[in-house]
C-alpha cells in the first residue's frame, strides 16, 4: 500500500515545514514593513487590519506545525538519539521562529490600527 507513517518520516516532514516556517517569518516581515504610513489613507489603514491578522494567523501556524511534527517525531517508535536530538533542535529552531513571526505580526498589526486610529482623528496625539 505505502510506506508507514514513522519517525523518520515526520522527521522530513518537520525539516520541511522549518524551511517553509523560515520563509513565512519573513513573509510576515516583508508584509508588516511600511515605507510611509501617514500616506495612506483611512480606508486603507482600516482594510489592512484583517488582512495583517490573516497574515499572523498564517506565520504562527506555519513553525507551530513544524513543531508538532518534530515533537512527534521525538516520541515514535522506535525511538532513535539522533533523530530525538534532531527532533529538538528542529523543534527549537520552530519555536524561536514561531515567536520571531508573533512579534512582527503583532508589531505590524498594532501599526495598522494605530494609524487606521490616528488617520481618522479618534486617537488623541
Known amino acids: 500500500m505505502g510506506k508507514r507513517l514513522d519517525g523518520g518520516v515526520l522527521m522530513v516532514f518537520a525539516v520541511t515545514l522549518l524551511f517553509l516556517a523560515a520563509a513565512s517569518t519573513f513573509f510576515v516581515f516583508f508584509y508588516g514593513f511600511d515605507w510611509e504610513p501617514d500616506d495612506r489613507s483611512v480606508a486603507y489603514w482600516q482594510a489592512e487590519i484583517p488582512t495583517r491578522q490573516r497574515i499572523l494567523a498564517i506565520g504562527v501556524a506555519v513553525p507551530a506545525a513544524s513543531l508538532a511534527t518534530a515533537a512527534a517525531s521525538m516520541f515514535a517508535l522506535p ?47
Open 79 to 125: 525511538r532513535r538519539p539522533v533523530r530525538i536530538i534532531g527532533g529538538g533542535l528542529v523543534a527549537v529552531l520552530a519555536l524561536g521562529l514561531m515567536v520571531i513571526s508573533c512579534i512582527l505580526g503583532y508589531e505590524s498589526l498594532a501599526t495598522a490600527q494605530y494609524w487606521a486610529a490616528r488617520a481618522s482623528g479618534s486617537y488623541p496625539r
